[in-house]
């Protein structure tokens, strides 16, 4: 066998045909190449700067090659990258100290991807169902919210509404009640007639529906049932966490804390990718125990490496109460503004937001000229234009939105952290003409 060619093209063309001979279609990526990023900019191959207003997802929420974190990251890289968990190490119980007394838990297990976490939040459920609540072999459910996002592994999308998901990957896995979101006498309904439910998991917002924010007092109202059922409460916070909404959690907005919490994405500070889940003591032990026997079945090889649980440490630091005082600033701002640049647009529903996540709903176009087939994209038909044709117009004029995964007709914005007032007011100018022009041809 002879070792391939290794050539690098020159050509954001060359690359991105490199793409889609050798890779997955599995997205629809704007036709840019980046090459580097720098604070709240991407840059392209040819040098051309871009204003990310989406941070992956929140997942670069600190900015490109933020100093501290990478600073962090080399110089553990250049120590000890991972050993495996055959062994100990002087990082990982530091910060699992950290983590656990820094959201007020007792118990972390370390995972990799926030898919990840949601799986070993899922089989906790069901083992304390069995172990502690003494349910009926195998009759578990879980309750969950239509138009969810937990991500993509066969078990979660089993319980996913979304038909690029799940179609023609079943048989599914049974144990799922799937209820309308941000709708509590739904989850009481529940709860009133299946005498089986060991547990409710939910995202805060969600964000890949279309940033959908929760009336006040919707997840009191969902914890206090599950209390008052015996349920487990699960928080999905991949997205939410970490001072994205001001907060540490989103759900610190009542005393009590869910039983299990969820982080991912901007744990790894946009440099590893490390997830977690945060768990009460009691839960834990009672479900898991200090034995290896039945504690092994949450394990994997990365989960709890030395270079991220360094890379997380470092993040964790750079969320200060000045920092999330800042970005409920800076959201609010933000909200304003767009809301009287567009808010009166016919082409703009709702603008909404929490913090640093932002979603602006846009209403169908019916000019032929703002359909997918006119672009040659006809297995894209299903889907709205409006939004996808923004983010196109905007990243020609430097700026990089991007629309929600479940919902193609909300623009969903996440920016950096460490944008200024002067980058946001570039971006709403740009995006008010655009809208316009949109208007223009309707």
């Keep these: 066998m002879t070792h391939p060619t290794h050539a690098v093209p020159t050509l954001a063309r060359d690359f991105i045909d490199l793409e889609e001979r050798y890779g997955a279609h599995n997205y629809h990526p704007l036709p840019v190449v980046l090459t580097h990023g720098a604070g709240v900019y991407l840059v392209d191959e040819s040098g051309r700067r871009y204003l990310d207003m989406m941070s992956a997802y929140s997942a670069v929420s600190f900015g490109h090659g933020h100093p501290v974190l990478v600073k962090a990251l080399t110089e553990q890289a250049q120590r000890l990258a991972i050993t495996s968990r055959a062994f100990h190490s002087n990082n990982l119980g530091v910060y699992c100290k950290y983590i656990t007394e820094y959201f007020g838990y007792q118990r972390v297990l370390p995972m990799n991807t926030g898919a990840e976490a949601v799986e070993t939040a899922l089989k906790l459920c069901r083992k304390w ?132 919490v969820l982080l991912g994405k901007m744990l790894g500070g946009g440099l590893v990718t490390t997830a977690a889940m945060l768990t009460k003591q009691e839960l834990f032990d009672r479900a898991y125990g200090q034995n290896f026997e039945t504690a092994e079945g949450h394990n994997a090889t990365f989960s709890g490496n030395a270079v991220s649980c360094v890379a997380a440490l470092a993040a964790l630091e750079l969320v200060t109460p000045q920092l999330m005082a800042e970005n409920l600033r800076k959201g609010s701002y933000l909200r304003e503004q767009l809301t009287a640049a567009i808010g009166g647009s016919p082409l703009v529903a709702e603008v909404r937001s929490w913090g640093m996540i932002l979603g602006i709903e846009l209403r169908a176009a019916e000019h032929p000229w703002l359909s997918f087939d006119h672009f040659g994209m006809g297995d894209l038909a299903r889907h709205p234009t409006v939004g996808l044709l923004l983010c196109r117009r905007l990243y020609r004029r430097g700026f990089y939105g991007f629309v929600c995964g479940h919902n193609w007709s909300v623009l969903r914005l996440q920016p950096r952290f460490t944008i200024t007032q002067e980058r946001m007011d570039q971006f709403i100018c740009a995006l008010k003409e655009e809208i316009e022009y949109l208007c223009a041809l309707n």
């Design 129 to 260: 169902a069995y172990e502690v609540k003494k349910l009926p072999k195998d009759t578990a459910e879980i309750v969950v919210c239509r138009n969810n996002f937990h991500g993509r592994t066969t078990t979660i999308v089993s319980f996913s509404i979304d038909p690029d998901a799940y179609n023609n990957y079943g048989p599914f896995t049974p144990g799922f009640v799937v209820i309308p979101y941000n709708d509590a006498e739904a989850l009481a309904k529940v709860l009133d007639e299946h005498p089986h439910v060991a547990g409710f998991l939910v995202e805060p917002i969600q964000g890949e529906a279309g940033a959908y924010v929760p009336d006040e007092g919707y997840l009191k109202k969902c914890y206090d049932l599950c209390r008052a059922h015996n349920v487990l409460f699960i928080a999905d916070e991949v997205q939410t966490g970490m001072g994205r909404t001001g907060r540490f959690l989103f759900t610190e907005t009542w005393p009590r804390r869910p039983d299990a």
